[in-house]
């Protein structure tokens, strides 16, 4: 990551939020989880504002170039935009990095593993709490056709995901199709808020552009279609027979 390499910031977003996450989950075996849990989300954040800048760019730049001459100057106006947010992240990411704040981190979550924990006496169940837990926020969501809430669900599941991972490993072929179903669920309630993020950032940059308009509505129409696979997704993540192990 510190060599600019693109793939390990997202790498390094990802360890960071499972490491949180985990934590959390099953913070009666870490005691010290409330001192390092702020730490690793200001960690997060700090990747996050390099990762979502390449993220949104890739997006909204496919196809845009080739779209036309009328698109160039919202391709160039995008691109300057999210080049200059990515170079911010970056700077204040390494500066992060060599900062007194981070080597601390670093040393509290070495200290973990030492502190005295009282441990969980079943703690498969923290996985299927967290499970549930995102399942009744997604359902919620959808009753509601909130995109806030969605995005809400998604963090959930992704929570739930990474404790269900702990355990799947020793519940043979269910184990790995319910991680597989979850993610592939995960990746379309990340396809629509991704969409919800584009078209606040569009509105933001071209509010009056008629070009920057048409870019928004095709990024509705990919909300549109994500929220149209959700049934499918959703339903295959909460077959019986994929979670039975976890009751």
């Known amino acids: ?20 996450s985990s934590l959390k989950t099953f ?3 870490f005691p010290g989880f409330d001192e390092v849990a702020p730490e690793l989300k200001w960690l997060a954040d700090l990747l996050g504002e390099v990762r979502d800048g390449q993220v949104q760019k890739g997006k909204l730049l496919a196809g845009v170039e080739e779209s036309g001459d009328q698109f160039t100057e919202v391709a160039a106006r995008i691109r300057q935009h999210l080049d200059d947010q990515v170079e911010r992240g970056r700077t204040a990411l390494a500066e992060a990095l060599e900062s007194e704040r981070y080597l601390a981190l670093l040393d509290r979550i070495d200290r973990l593993s030492d502190l005295p924990g009282n441990g969980e006496p079943t703690p498969i169940r923290r996985a299927a709490k967290s499970l549930a837990k995102a399942d009744g926020l997604l359902d919620q969501a959808l009753a509601d056709g909130a995109d806030a809430e969605l995005h809400d669900a998604r963090k959930a599941y992704k929570r739930a995901r990474y404790a269900v991972e702990v355990f799947a490993g020793g519940a043979g072929k269910p184990g790995k199709q319910l991680v597989n179903a979850l993610t592939d669920l995960q990746d379309v309630l990340g396809a629509h808020q991704d969409s919800v993020v584009a078209r606040e950032l ?10 920057f308009g048409v870019l928004w509505a095709r990024q509705e129409q990919v909300g549109k279609d994500t929220y149209a696979e959700l049934p499918v997704v959703v339903e295959s993540s909460r077959k019986k027979s994929l979670r039975k192990w976890l009751a």
Do not use: I, Y
């Open 202 to 211: 569009l509105h933001e940059l071209g509010p009056d552009n008629f070009w």
């Open 1 to 20: 990551m510190r060599q600019g390499d693109p793939e390990s910031v997202h790498k390094m977003r990802v360890a960071t939020r499972r490491l949180r």
């Open 27 to 29: 913070k009666r075996s």
